[in-house]
């Protein structure tokens, strides 16, 4: 069975399109995660799933139960964490899990017991009575999930669990909700605008732009549709004349030109550079550096919207930030 299938889920909002018919099933026990964006439609989305707002059309099916007619049943079974902390920081860390334990109506032992429980899977049961406004911002979230999990809910909703905390915090949150999704019985959804994150921590990741999901699968599918390997090419002058020197060119899959620099997609980068060198001398092309790499899912979406993820057009600055990265990669596990 799967955890979540939404039909046509749509939201509008005074003529803009938020969610745009969305269609999406995530199987039971599946960390999902939605990578897009600002304003891409990820928490609309995970509100609507969550019963807080009404889609405008369409509809969907969470663990089991229509989120327009069953809304009680779905609030039930979904734990959620939202973008902006919403504890209570003049509580303590337990008076926090067992105000929202109390609410879903759990019995005085249960609680007890299910809040070590919780408390044990996201590391914090030595800060369990200190007040939360003397928790650190990791420590925070980390409660706030651990929050979420309190009434055993099959699916966990978690939009940007990551947001604003710095890259060593992150990577241990990151270790929580992998060792959570292992231990519970659970399924996650999660949003995220960071690569990595996605990359990272997901089963499966759907990536959202302009309310629609432009592409769906694990980080390793998602990177072959871009093509396997990535030779960049960087030439003295404009490359503009170059596109046709590749095109049809043995290996090559795919050819993009952006100012003086020259992307080839090839099945294997290693194999081909000879012939892409040789290629280029043939034809004149004078080459002032020359990197390879695998595809990142900065790459996926890219390819599949034209921007980066960040907004911005793929061509002057942050197409060389991202050659330099590509390039670091390659020529920076080679030095010795
Ligand atoms: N209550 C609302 N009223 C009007 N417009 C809204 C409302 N909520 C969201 N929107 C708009 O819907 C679009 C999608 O917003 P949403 O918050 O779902 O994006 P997001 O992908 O979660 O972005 P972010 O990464 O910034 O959190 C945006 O253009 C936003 O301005
Ligand atoms: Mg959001």
């Known amino acids: 069975m799967s955890a979540i299938e939404t039909r046509d889920l749509t939201k509008e909002f005074d003529g803009l399109t938020a969610v745009d018919r969305l269609n999406l099933t995530i199987r039971e026990g599946e960390l999902f995660g939605l990578l897009g964006p600002n304003g891409a439609g990820k928490t609309t989305t995970l509100k609507m799933l969550s019963t807080l707002i009404k889609p405008s059309s369409g509809t969907a099916v969470v663990a089991g139960h229509s989120i327009l007619e069953e809304r009680d049943k779905v609030r039930e079974s979904i734990g959620m964490v939202f973008q902006d902390i919403s504890l209570d920081t003049e509580l303590t860390g337990w008076e926090n899990l067992d105000f929202h334990a109390r609410m879903y109506g759990m019995e005085k032992e249960l609680r007890r017991e299910r809040i070590n429980e919780v408390l044990r899977l996201v590391a914090l049961e030595d800060k369990a009575d200190q007040y939360v406004k003397y928790y650190s911002g990791g420590m925070q979230r980390r409660l706030e999930i651990a929050r979420g999990l309190m009434h055993y809910p099959k699916v966990l909703f978690l939009d940007e669990p990551t947001l604003g905390l710095d890259a060593q915090t992150r990577h241990v949150l990151w270790d929580y909700i992998k060792e959570l999704a292992n231990r519970e019985n659970i399924t996650i959804i999660l949003t995220t605008h960071y690569m990595e994150e996605a990359d990272y921590l997901c089963d499966r990741i759907g990536i959202m732009d302009y309310g629609r999901i432009v592409a769906i699968g694990t980080s390793e599918e998602l990177k072959k549709q871009v093509g396997e390997d990535l030779i960049s090419l960087q030439v003295r002058g404009a490359a ?93 596990g080679r030095r010795r």
Request: avoid cysteine; charged fraction near 25%.
């Open 240 to 332: 503009g004349a170059a596109e046709k020197v590749f095109t049809g060119l043995e290996g090559v899959a795919g050819v993009s030109v952006h100012d003086s620099t020259i992307d080839l997609s090839v099945k294997n980068a290693e194999e081909q550079l000879p012939h892409v060198i040789e290629a280029s001398q043939k034809a004149g092309l004078g080459i002032a550096s020359v990197s390879m790499g695998r595809p990142t899912l900065e790459d996926v979406f890219l390819h599949y919207t034209g921007r980066t993820i960040r907004g911005e057009e793929a061509s002057g600055k942050e197409a060389a930030k991202r050659r330099m990265r590509i390039g670091r990669q390659l020529w920076g």
